[in-house]
Protein backbone atom coordinates (compact mmCIF):
# COMPACT_ATOMS: atom_id res chain seq x y z
CA UNK A 1 0.00 0.00 0.00
CA UNK A 2 1.35 3.46 -0.69
CA UNK A 3 1.94 5.90 2.10
CA UNK A 4 1.63 8.93 -0.28
CA UNK A 5 -0.75 10.99 0.33
CA UNK A 6 -3.55 11.89 -2.53
CA UNK A 7 -2.95 15.23 -3.99
CA UNK A 8 -5.76 17.17 -4.75
CA UNK A 9 -4.95 19.86 -7.03
CA UNK A 10 -7.24 22.88 -8.09
CA UNK A 11 -6.94 24.76 -11.47
CA UNK A 12 -4.55 27.55 -10.31
CA UNK A 13 -3.37 28.06 -6.64
CA UNK A 14 -6.05 30.38 -4.87
CA UNK A 15 -4.76 34.06 -4.50
CA UNK A 16 -4.15 35.83 -1.35
CA UNK A 17 -5.66 36.24 1.09
CA UNK A 18 -6.56 32.98 0.99
CA UNK A 19 -5.74 30.75 4.18
CA UNK A 20 -2.94 28.23 3.82
CA UNK A 21 -2.20 25.35 6.25
CA UNK A 22 1.56 23.80 5.94
CA UNK A 23 1.80 20.39 7.54
CA UNK A 24 5.35 20.12 8.62
CA UNK A 25 5.86 24.14 9.00
CA UNK A 26 9.44 23.36 10.49
CA UNK A 27 10.93 21.98 7.89
CA UNK A 28 13.80 24.43 6.04
CA UNK A 29 11.68 24.01 3.23
CA UNK A 30 8.18 24.69 4.04
CA UNK A 31 9.17 27.75 6.63
CA UNK A 32 10.71 29.52 3.63
CA UNK A 33 7.80 29.10 1.62
CA UNK A 34 5.55 30.14 4.98
CA UNK A 35 7.52 33.25 4.46
CA UNK A 36 6.66 33.92 1.35
CA UNK A 37 3.51 33.50 1.45
CA UNK A 38 3.27 35.41 4.10
CA UNK A 39 4.77 38.52 2.21
CA UNK A 40 2.80 37.64 -0.79
CA UNK A 41 -0.57 38.26 2.05
CA UNK A 42 -1.77 35.31 2.52
CA UNK A 43 -2.90 33.35 5.83
CA UNK A 44 -0.76 30.86 6.86
CA UNK A 45 -0.68 28.48 9.48
CA UNK A 46 0.88 24.97 9.78
CA UNK A 47 1.58 21.81 11.80
CA UNK A 48 4.81 20.33 12.89
CA UNK A 49 5.49 16.63 15.04
CA UNK A 50 7.41 18.23 17.51
CA UNK A 51 6.48 22.06 18.08
CA UNK A 52 9.47 22.15 21.50
CA UNK A 53 12.62 20.59 21.47
CA UNK A 54 16.38 21.44 20.94
CA UNK A 55 16.68 23.63 17.54
CA UNK A 56 12.76 24.13 17.26
CA UNK A 57 12.19 26.79 19.57
CA UNK A 58 14.47 29.42 17.83
CA UNK A 59 13.01 29.20 14.10
CA UNK A 60 9.12 28.11 15.51
CA UNK A 61 8.99 31.90 17.47
CA UNK A 62 10.28 33.28 14.66
CA UNK A 63 8.14 31.98 12.39
CA UNK A 64 5.07 32.91 15.14
CA UNK A 65 6.48 36.38 15.36
CA UNK A 66 5.95 36.47 11.47
CA UNK A 67 2.28 35.56 12.03
CA UNK A 68 1.92 31.91 11.13
CA UNK A 69 -0.45 29.88 13.13
CA UNK A 70 1.13 27.23 14.87
CA UNK A 71 -0.58 23.78 16.54
CA UNK A 72 0.61 20.23 16.92
CA UNK A 73 0.31 17.65 14.24
CA UNK A 74 -3.08 16.19 15.18
CA UNK A 75 -5.66 17.63 12.96
CA UNK A 76 -6.43 20.23 15.64
CA UNK A 77 -4.96 23.40 13.44
CA UNK A 78 -7.06 22.47 10.41
CA UNK A 79 -10.02 22.19 12.13
CA UNK A 80 -9.92 25.51 13.85
CA UNK A 81 -8.24 27.34 10.68
CA UNK A 82 -10.50 25.68 7.99
CA UNK A 83 -7.68 26.33 5.28
CA UNK A 84 -8.60 26.90 1.43
CA UNK A 85 -5.24 24.92 0.67
CA UNK A 86 -3.17 22.40 2.47
CA UNK A 87 0.57 22.40 1.66
CA UNK A 88 2.47 19.22 2.37
CA UNK A 89 6.05 18.28 1.47
CA UNK A 90 7.27 14.61 0.54
CA UNK A 91 7.44 14.20 4.66
CA UNK A 92 4.04 14.13 5.14
CA UNK A 93 2.19 10.46 4.62
CA UNK A 94 -0.84 8.87 4.42
CA UNK A 95 -2.96 8.69 7.61
CA UNK A 96 -1.26 12.19 9.02
CA UNK A 97 -4.33 13.69 11.10
CA UNK A 98 -3.61 16.81 9.75
CA UNK A 99 -5.30 15.43 6.41
CA UNK A 100 -7.66 13.23 7.48
CA UNK A 101 -9.13 16.09 9.20
CA UNK A 102 -9.12 18.31 5.96
CA UNK A 103 -11.11 15.81 4.16
CA UNK A 104 -11.85 17.80 0.07
CA UNK A 105 -9.39 20.82 1.13
CA UNK A 106 -7.04 20.93 -1.69
CA UNK A 107 -3.88 19.13 -1.10
CA UNK A 108 -1.01 20.36 -2.55
CA UNK A 109 2.68 19.63 -2.99
CA UNK A 110 5.18 22.27 -1.55
CA UNK A 111 6.94 22.28 -4.91
CA UNK A 112 3.75 23.54 -7.08
CA UNK A 113 2.99 25.52 -3.96
CA UNK A 114 6.32 27.41 -4.28
CA UNK A 115 5.96 27.81 -8.04
CA UNK A 116 2.76 29.05 -8.31
CA UNK A 117 3.74 31.64 -5.44
CA UNK A 118 6.72 32.57 -7.80
CA UNK A 119 4.74 32.75 -11.14
CA UNK A 120 2.81 35.37 -9.21
CA UNK A 121 5.70 38.28 -9.22
CA UNK A 122 7.11 39.64 -12.13
CA UNK A 123 10.51 39.22 -11.06
CA UNK A 124 12.84 37.22 -13.40
CA UNK A 125 13.64 33.59 -11.77
CA UNK A 126 16.72 32.07 -10.78
CA UNK A 127 16.48 28.42 -10.14
CA UNK A 128 19.57 26.65 -8.46
CA UNK A 129 19.75 22.45 -8.76
CA UNK A 130 22.04 20.01 -7.60
CA UNK A 131 23.15 17.45 -5.73
CA UNK A 132 25.71 19.62 -3.28
CA UNK A 133 26.11 23.09 -3.15
CA UNK A 134 22.84 24.21 -3.77
CA UNK A 135 21.61 26.12 -1.10
CA UNK A 136 25.19 28.09 -1.23
CA UNK A 137 25.04 29.11 -4.52
CA UNK A 138 21.44 30.23 -3.84
CA UNK A 139 22.22 32.76 -1.30
CA UNK A 140 25.49 33.47 -3.06
CA UNK A 141 24.01 34.38 -5.58
CA UNK A 142 21.41 36.24 -3.94
CA UNK A 143 23.77 37.90 -2.10
CA UNK A 144 25.78 39.14 -5.16
CA UNK A 145 22.86 40.47 -6.60
CA UNK A 146 22.26 42.55 -4.14
CA UNK A 147 25.83 43.81 -3.37
CA UNK A 148 25.36 45.03 -7.71
CA UNK A 149 22.38 46.88 -6.86
CA UNK A 150 20.00 44.63 -7.77
CA UNK A 151 16.38 44.03 -5.54
CA UNK A 152 15.99 40.42 -5.40
CA UNK A 153 13.57 37.50 -3.68
CA UNK A 154 15.70 34.28 -2.27
CA UNK A 155 13.85 30.75 -0.83
CA UNK A 156 16.43 29.07 0.23
CA UNK A 157 17.27 25.54 2.02
CA UNK A 158 19.47 26.97 5.02
CA UNK A 159 19.65 30.01 6.68
CA UNK A 160 22.16 32.32 4.91
CA UNK A 161 23.93 34.85 7.27
CA UNK A 162 23.09 38.40 5.96
CA UNK A 163 19.55 37.50 5.49
CA UNK A 164 18.93 36.28 8.85
CA UNK A 165 17.78 38.47 12.01
CA UNK A 166 16.33 38.52 15.16
CA UNK A 167 13.00 38.04 13.79
CA UNK A 168 13.56 36.28 10.47
CA UNK A 169 15.54 33.05 10.22
CA UNK A 170 17.60 33.49 6.92
CA UNK A 171 15.89 30.92 4.73
CA UNK A 172 14.00 34.02 2.99
CA UNK A 173 14.01 37.30 2.18
CA UNK A 174 12.77 39.85 -0.17
CA UNK A 175 13.38 43.79 -1.26
CA UNK A 176 10.02 45.54 -2.50
CA UNK A 177 9.27 45.04 -6.35
CA UNK A 178 12.43 42.39 -7.04
CA UNK A 179 14.05 42.44 -10.39
CA UNK A 180 15.03 38.39 -9.53
CA UNK A 181 14.08 35.82 -7.65
CA UNK A 182 16.70 32.88 -6.28
CA UNK A 183 15.41 29.90 -5.46
CA UNK A 184 16.66 26.49 -4.83
CA UNK A 185 14.93 23.20 -6.36
CA UNK A 186 15.20 19.51 -5.22
CA UNK A 187 15.92 16.52 -6.88
CA UNK A 188 15.17 14.05 -4.04
CA UNK A 189 11.43 13.61 -4.56
CA UNK A 190 11.86 14.85 -8.02
CA UNK A 191 10.12 17.97 -7.58
CA UNK A 192 12.53 20.23 -9.76
CA UNK A 193 10.85 19.24 -12.97
CA UNK A 194 7.17 21.13 -12.05
CA UNK A 195 9.28 24.77 -12.18
CA UNK A 196 9.71 26.88 -15.26
CA UNK A 197 12.76 29.18 -14.29
CA UNK A 198 13.87 31.80 -16.69
CA UNK A 199 17.54 30.65 -15.94
CA UNK A 200 18.70 27.53 -14.14
CA UNK A 201 21.72 25.89 -13.06
CA UNK A 202 22.73 22.05 -12.19
CA UNK A 203 25.80 22.02 -9.91
CA UNK A 204 26.32 18.00 -9.98
CA UNK A 205 25.27 14.53 -9.99
CA UNK A 206 25.20 13.13 -6.33
CA UNK A 207 24.77 9.64 -4.86
CA UNK A 208 22.19 10.10 -1.78
CA UNK A 209 18.96 10.04 -3.40
CA UNK A 210 18.98 8.61 -6.92
CA UNK A 211 21.31 6.78 -9.09
CA UNK A 212 23.53 8.30 -11.95
CA UNK A 213 20.59 7.66 -14.93
CA UNK A 214 17.79 8.70 -12.65
CA UNK A 215 19.75 11.89 -12.08
CA UNK A 216 20.08 13.04 -16.02
CA UNK A 217 16.87 12.22 -16.77
CA UNK A 218 15.50 14.85 -13.71
CA UNK A 219 18.15 17.36 -14.28
CA UNK A 220 17.68 16.87 -17.94
CA UNK A 221 14.36 17.80 -17.68
CA UNK A 222 14.78 20.91 -15.36
CA UNK A 223 17.05 22.33 -17.71
CA UNK A 224 14.85 21.57 -20.72
CA UNK A 225 12.10 23.73 -19.01
CA UNK A 226 14.53 27.35 -18.25
CA UNK A 227 13.54 29.66 -20.98
CA UNK A 228 16.39 32.03 -20.96
CA UNK A 229 19.70 30.17 -19.98
CA UNK A 230 21.37 27.08 -18.16
CA UNK A 231 24.61 26.71 -16.05
CA UNK A 232 26.28 23.42 -16.13
CA UNK A 233 29.55 21.71 -14.97
CA UNK A 234 31.96 21.49 -18.24
CA UNK A 235 32.27 18.12 -17.73
CA UNK A 236 28.72 17.54 -18.14
CA UNK A 237 27.90 19.81 -21.29
CA UNK A 238 27.31 16.79 -23.48
CA UNK A 239 24.86 16.02 -21.63
CA UNK A 240 22.71 18.69 -21.06
CA UNK A 241 23.16 20.72 -24.74
CA UNK A 242 20.75 23.97 -24.62
CA UNK A 243 17.84 24.00 -26.60
CA UNK A 244 17.02 26.86 -28.97
CA UNK A 245 17.28 30.41 -27.99
CA UNK A 246 18.37 29.22 -24.28
CA UNK A 247 22.38 29.94 -23.97
CA UNK A 248 24.30 27.93 -21.66
CA UNK A 249 27.36 29.18 -19.12
CA UNK A 250 29.61 26.37 -18.16
CA UNK A 251 32.03 26.13 -15.09
CA UNK A 252 34.09 23.52 -13.39
CA UNK A 253 35.67 23.13 -10.03
CA UNK A 254 39.11 22.52 -11.82
CA UNK A 255 40.92 22.91 -14.91
CA UNK A 256 39.87 20.45 -17.34
CA UNK A 257 41.94 18.99 -20.25
CA UNK A 258 42.37 21.74 -23.12
CA UNK A 259 39.52 23.68 -21.11
CA UNK A 260 37.63 25.88 -23.49
CA UNK A 261 37.95 29.36 -23.17
CA UNK A 262 34.16 30.12 -21.83
CA UNK A 263 34.95 27.67 -18.96
CA UNK A 264 34.75 29.73 -15.75
CA UNK A 265 37.47 27.96 -12.97
CA UNK A 266 39.41 28.32 -10.15
CA UNK A 267 43.38 28.96 -10.92
CA UNK A 268 45.93 29.36 -8.12
CA UNK A 269 44.19 28.08 -5.61
CA UNK A 270 44.89 28.54 -1.78
CA UNK A 271 43.51 28.04 1.93
CA UNK A 272 44.03 30.57 4.32
CA UNK A 273 42.83 30.93 7.88
CA UNK A 274 39.76 33.51 7.10
CA UNK A 275 38.75 31.61 3.90
CA UNK A 276 40.39 31.05 0.50
CA UNK A 277 42.06 32.97 -2.67
CA UNK A 278 41.87 31.79 -6.18
CA UNK A 279 42.19 33.58 -9.87
CA UNK A 280 38.57 33.14 -12.28
CA UNK A 281 40.02 34.53 -15.75
CA UNK A 282 39.82 37.82 -16.56
CA UNK A 283 37.92 38.89 -13.57
CA UNK A 284 41.27 38.28 -11.51
CA UNK A 285 41.87 37.31 -8.09
CA UNK A 286 38.74 36.66 -5.65
CA UNK A 287 38.73 36.48 -2.22
CA UNK A 288 36.24 34.86 0.50
CA UNK A 289 35.54 33.95 4.17
CA UNK A 290 33.90 30.21 2.50
CA UNK A 291 36.43 27.61 3.56
CA UNK A 292 37.21 24.40 1.00
CA UNK A 293 37.78 23.57 -2.77
CA UNK A 294 34.10 23.02 -3.56
CA UNK A 295 33.94 26.78 -2.29
CA UNK A 296 35.82 27.95 -5.47
CA UNK A 297 33.74 25.56 -7.69
CA UNK A 298 30.66 26.90 -6.24
CA UNK A 299 31.68 30.61 -7.14
CA UNK A 300 32.45 29.96 -10.50
CA UNK A 301 28.93 28.67 -10.49
CA UNK A 302 27.51 32.31 -9.23
CA UNK A 303 29.28 33.68 -11.85
CA UNK A 304 28.51 31.40 -14.64
CA UNK A 305 24.69 32.60 -13.39
CA UNK A 306 25.88 36.08 -13.28
CA UNK A 307 27.80 35.83 -16.58
CA UNK A 308 23.79 34.97 -18.27
CA UNK A 309 21.79 38.08 -16.95
CA UNK A 310 22.73 40.75 -18.93
CA UNK A 311 23.71 42.78 -15.49
CA UNK A 312 24.81 46.33 -16.27
CA UNK A 313 27.85 45.90 -13.51
CA UNK A 314 31.09 44.55 -15.63
CA UNK A 315 32.94 41.18 -14.33
CA UNK A 316 35.19 43.11 -12.74
CA UNK A 317 32.87 44.49 -10.35
CA UNK A 318 31.98 40.88 -9.40
CA UNK A 319 34.80 39.27 -7.21
CA UNK A 320 33.87 41.97 -4.95
CA UNK A 321 30.55 41.58 -4.83
CA UNK A 322 31.02 37.80 -4.19
CA UNK A 323 33.26 38.92 -1.10
CA UNK A 324 30.00 40.54 0.51
CA UNK A 325 28.76 36.80 1.19
CA UNK A 326 28.93 35.76 4.54
CA UNK A 327 27.75 32.00 4.20
CA UNK A 328 24.95 29.98 5.14
CA UNK A 329 23.98 28.35 8.93
CA UNK A 330 25.58 24.95 9.20
CA UNK A 331 28.22 25.06 6.18
CA UNK A 332 31.64 24.73 7.62
CA UNK A 333 30.51 26.72 10.69
CA UNK A 334 32.91 27.36 13.79
CA UNK A 335 30.59 26.24 16.67
CA UNK A 336 33.59 27.45 18.84
CA UNK A 337 36.38 25.71 20.56
CA UNK A 338 37.32 23.54 23.09
CA UNK A 339 39.13 24.49 26.28
CA UNK A 340 42.36 22.72 24.83
CA UNK A 341 42.34 25.10 22.00
CA UNK A 342 40.78 22.43 19.67
CA UNK A 343 38.40 24.26 17.00
CA UNK A 344 35.10 22.60 16.37
CA UNK A 345 32.93 22.71 13.10
CA UNK A 346 29.55 22.11 12.32
CA UNK A 347 28.23 20.74 8.91
CA UNK A 348 25.22 20.20 7.04
CA UNK A 349 26.85 17.08 4.89
CA UNK A 350 25.04 14.14 4.78
CA UNK A 351 25.88 12.62 1.23
CA UNK A 352 28.98 11.00 -0.04
CA UNK A 353 30.30 14.21 -2.59
CA UNK A 354 29.46 16.33 0.81
CA UNK A 355 31.14 14.32 3.97
CA UNK A 356 34.03 14.59 1.25
CA UNK A 357 34.25 18.47 0.67
CA UNK A 358 34.06 18.63 4.50
CA UNK A 359 36.55 16.02 5.58
CA UNK A 360 38.72 17.85 3.50
CA UNK A 361 38.18 21.17 3.73
CA UNK A 362 38.47 19.81 7.83
CA UNK A 363 42.21 19.05 6.35
CA UNK A 364 42.91 22.26 4.96
CA UNK A 365 42.30 23.86 8.29
CA UNK A 366 44.78 22.01 10.64
CA UNK A 367 48.02 20.67 11.33
CA UNK A 368 46.79 17.00 13.38
CA UNK A 369 44.27 15.00 12.69
CA UNK A 370 40.54 15.48 11.91
CA UNK A 371 38.11 13.79 14.03
CA UNK A 372 34.77 13.79 12.95
CA UNK A 373 31.14 13.03 14.09
CA UNK A 374 28.94 11.82 11.40
CA UNK A 375 25.27 11.26 12.37
CA UNK A 376 22.91 9.89 9.19
CA UNK A 377 20.20 11.85 8.75
CA UNK A 378 17.78 8.29 7.38
CA UNK A 379 17.80 5.13 6.93
CA UNK A 380 16.92 4.74 3.56
CA UNK A 381 19.73 7.45 2.47
CA UNK A 382 22.36 5.39 4.80
CA UNK A 383 21.72 2.08 3.25
CA UNK A 384 21.91 4.40 -0.40
CA UNK A 385 25.28 5.60 0.56
CA UNK A 386 26.82 2.42 2.28
CA UNK A 387 28.94 1.30 -0.59
CA UNK A 388 29.68 4.68 -2.26
CA UNK A 389 30.60 6.11 1.30
CA UNK A 390 32.96 3.25 2.20
CA UNK A 391 35.13 4.21 -0.79
CA UNK A 392 34.97 8.02 -0.16
CA UNK A 393 36.27 7.20 3.29
CA UNK A 394 39.08 5.84 1.77
CA UNK A 395 40.16 8.48 0.27
CA UNK A 396 39.18 11.18 2.22
CA UNK A 397 39.98 9.52 6.26
CA UNK A 398 44.11 9.58 7.05
CA UNK A 399 44.85 6.57 9.18
CA UNK A 400 45.56 8.71 12.13
CA UNK A 401 41.85 10.36 11.61
CA UNK A 402 38.70 9.11 13.05
CA UNK A 403 35.12 9.26 12.32
CA UNK A 404 32.24 8.62 15.27
CA UNK A 405 29.29 7.52 13.69
CA UNK A 406 25.89 8.25 16.04
CA UNK A 407 22.83 6.65 15.75
CA UNK A 408 20.63 7.41 12.78
CA UNK A 409 18.45 10.65 13.42
CA UNK A 410 14.62 8.96 13.19
CA UNK A 411 11.96 11.85 12.18
CA UNK A 412 9.20 9.68 12.33
CA UNK A 413 7.48 7.63 9.27
CA UNK A 414 7.47 4.40 7.72
CA UNK A 415 10.74 2.49 7.64
CA UNK A 416 12.65 -0.58 7.92
CA UNK A 417 14.96 0.23 10.72
CA UNK A 418 17.85 -0.76 8.18
CA UNK A 419 20.67 -0.46 8.08
CA UNK A 420 21.95 0.09 11.85
CA UNK A 421 25.13 3.19 11.95
CA UNK A 422 26.54 0.49 14.06
CA UNK A 423 25.63 -2.02 11.00
CA UNK A 424 27.71 0.41 9.17
CA UNK A 425 30.55 1.23 11.07
CA UNK A 426 31.84 -2.11 11.81
CA UNK A 427 31.81 -3.06 8.08
CA UNK A 428 33.91 0.01 7.60
CA UNK A 429 36.24 -0.11 10.81
CA UNK A 430 36.68 -4.39 9.42
CA UNK A 431 37.60 -3.20 5.95
CA UNK A 432 40.46 -0.82 8.23
CA UNK A 433 38.86 2.31 7.63
CA UNK A 434 39.17 4.56 11.13
CA UNK A 435 35.63 4.62 11.68
CA UNK A 436 33.65 3.34 15.03
CA UNK A 437 30.17 3.71 16.10
CA UNK A 438 29.45 6.05 18.88
CA UNK A 439 25.97 4.71 20.90
CA UNK A 440 25.19 8.36 21.88
CA UNK A 441 26.40 12.11 21.62
CA UNK A 442 27.43 11.50 25.46
CA UNK A 443 30.16 8.53 24.38
CA UNK A 444 30.85 10.64 21.66
CA UNK A 445 31.49 14.07 23.10
CA UNK A 446 33.52 11.86 26.02
CA UNK A 447 36.09 10.33 22.86
CA UNK A 448 36.67 13.74 21.61
CA UNK A 449 37.43 15.10 24.81
CA UNK A 450 39.98 12.69 25.34
CA UNK A 451 41.75 12.58 21.77
CA UNK A 452 41.42 16.26 20.36
CA UNK A 453 44.44 18.59 20.64
CA UNK A 454 44.92 22.30 19.91
CA UNK A 455 46.15 20.77 16.42
CA UNK A 456 43.49 18.56 15.47
CA UNK A 457 40.44 19.87 14.43
CA UNK A 458 36.38 18.66 15.47
CA UNK A 459 33.89 18.43 12.67
CA UNK A 460 30.48 17.72 13.39
CA UNK A 461 28.38 16.20 10.04
CA UNK A 462 24.34 15.96 9.45
CA UNK A 463 21.27 17.37 8.37
CA UNK A 464 17.52 16.93 9.32
CA UNK A 465 18.23 16.93 13.06
CA UNK A 466 17.52 21.10 14.10
CA UNK A 467 19.57 20.31 17.70
CA UNK A 468 23.13 19.43 15.89
CA UNK A 469 24.00 22.99 15.64
CA UNK A 470 23.60 22.93 19.31
CA UNK A 471 25.29 20.50 20.05
CA UNK A 472 27.96 21.71 18.17
CA UNK A 473 28.20 24.13 20.52
CA UNK A 474 28.25 22.13 23.04
CA UNK A 475 31.28 20.14 22.11
CA UNK A 476 33.06 23.15 21.54
CA UNK A 477 32.48 23.72 25.81
CA UNK A 478 34.29 20.84 26.44
Not at 282 to 301: D, I, L, R, Y
Request: hydrophobic share 40%.
Amino acid sequence: MSTTPDTHLPAEFIPPPARVFLVGVAGIGMSGLAQLLLHQGYEVGGSDRELVGPGRDGLLGQLAGLGVRLWPQDGSGVRAMQPHAIVISSAVEKGNPDLDAGGDTPCIPRAQALAAALNRTSAKQIAVAGSCGKTTVTGWTASALRALGCRVQMVCGGMVAEFATATRPGNFFSDPDPEWAVYEVDESDGSLVVFNPDYGAVLNLGTDHHDTAKLLQLFGTFLSRCRSGIVVPADLARQFPPSGTVRASLFSGHPLPDTPPDVLFPEGYQPGPQGIRFRVGAMGEVSTSQFGAHSASNACAVFALLRLLGLASPPRQWPAALRAFRGVSRRFELAGVTARGTPVYDDYAHNVEKIGAALSTARETCRGRVLAVFQPHGFGPLGFMRAPMKSALREALRPTDLLLMLPVYYAGGTTGFSPTSQDVADEYAQAGLPVRYAADRAAAMARLAAEATADDVILIMGARDPSLNAWARDVAKT
